[in-house]
């Protein structure tokens, strides 16, 4: 029996697995036809798409046949009616990295849902995000939502376990906070919703089993109602700053179910509303404090220490660590002039924030191990 043996050159084999493993980029794209551009590299790790359009069928391809893509960059091209198709990445769990264009005012549902994405830029000319477009992205850290935002759809960053930080540019067109947007976001130290002054209500179960939120500020003016378990279950809640609210918003009885300890819990408010916080159903459980009885009075120092905590400060950087090697728990930065400037949570003994400071500034640390006060 004879063997018949094909020898295949070494240096074909090293640019066959290259092509496979490296960036690609794609010009010039006809609707409907990123395929036939991509041919066999299918399991490109990175994509970048230049001039041309895009549409829903070759997004279609994109989350069927590019499962390998970790970095996919649109900047460069344009998407058919301006908008980011439904489920266009679903389940892409190797996709860390999405630029888009910024073109495109609306994203679809589920578009980004259960994809490995840490962060992502939302164009600021963004109107819409609809139900559940980054429901499930266990990695994503954090999200920066544009003034122009009009609709934030119901669940749409649900179960974000990693996300820390959510900023909302100051919003006159966002009038709610749909049900279940941020609900299991379990990373999540604080939540402000100051900038939002459109916003009139409060979703079922919007901002509900958020472990690890520690302060929340609802201080738009324009709340009128908080559903049922909007915030409930967030078991590390310590304060609730309601100051700018210039009435008592309605809120349901379950509102903060499996939140307990209200009466421990500090809800900050205007001097002149204490007495209707105070009377008003479901507010009075809580530590009803006005503005003026929050006072610290901390000796100033160049690196302070008072109880468990020491703050030091090198430029921007402040160092915040506890003596006895305990966990900072919630901390919570201020100006001296009482504007909050940062907010953490950590369960480590040390941490740093970098501040926006104009070097002559001095600011006040608060933690659950103690108080500092910095000169910078």
């Not at 266990?138 to 959510?166: D, H, T, W």
């Not at 089993?209 to 078991?235: E, K, N």
């Not at 690196?303 to 030091?312: D, F, G, R, V, Y």
Request: glycine share 8%; hydrophobic share 40%; aromatic share 6%.
């Amino acid at each position: 029996m004879l063997l018949r043996v094909i020898t295949v050159p070494l240096t074909l084999l090293i640019a066959s697995s290259l092509q496979a493993h490296s960036g690609l980029t794609v010009t010039d794209v006809t609707p409907g036809h990123l395929c036939d551009l991509i041919g066999n590299n299918r399991q490109t790790t990175s994509l970048t798409v230049k001039g041309g359009q895009l549409n829903s069928r070759d997004f279609e391809f994109i989350a069927s046949e590019m499962s390998q893509l970790s970095t996919i960059d649109l900047s460069a091209t344009d998407i058919v009616g301006n908008g980011l198709p439904e489920c266009a990445f679903l389940g892409m769990a190797n996709l860390s990295t999405v630029i888009l264009p910024e073109t495109i005012s609306s994203i679809g549902c589920g578009a980004f849902s259960g994809s490995g994405i840490t962060s992502v830029a939302i164009p600021v000319e963004m109107d819409s995000i609809a139900d559940y477009a980054f429901r499930n992205c266990y990695k994503l850290e954090s999200i920066a939502l544009p003034g122009k935002l009009r609709y934030l759809g119901r669940g749409a960053f649900a179960n974000c376990q990693a996300m820390q930080q959510v900023y909302f540019a100051a919003n006159d067109r966002l009038n709610t906070i749909r049900e279940e947007t941020f609900e299991g976001c379990s990373s999540i130290a604080t939540i402000d919703m100051n900038q939002l002054s459109a916003c009139s209500s409060i979703g079922d179960w919007a901002l509900a089993h958020c472990p690890a939120t520690c302060l929340m500020r609802v201080g738009t003016d324009a709340l009128d109602s908080i559903g049922y378990g909007a915030m409930a279950f967030q078991s590390s809640l310590d304060r609730i700053d309601a100051r700018g609210l210039r009435h008592v918003p309605q809120a349901s009885e379950y509102a903060w179910a499996g939140t307990d300890n209200r009466e421990e819990i500090m809800l900050l408010v205007d001097d002149d509303m204490t007495e209707a916080f105070a009377a008003a159903p479901v507010w009075k459980d809580f530590n009803i404090v006005s503005d003026s009885q929050l006072s610290l009075n901390i000796p100033q120092t160049k690196a302070s220490t008072l109880s468990n905590i020491i703050a030091t400060v090198q430029g921007n950087t402040v160092t915040i660590k506890t003596l006895s090697g305990e966990p900072l728990g919630r901390i919570d930065v201020y100006s001296l002039a009482g504007m909050h400037l940062a907010s953490a949570f950590t369960k480590s003994s040390e941490t740093e924030l970098t501040l926006a400071t104009d070097g002559k500034s001095a600011i006040i640390i608060t933690s659950t191990q103690g108080v500092a006060k910095i000169i910078f």
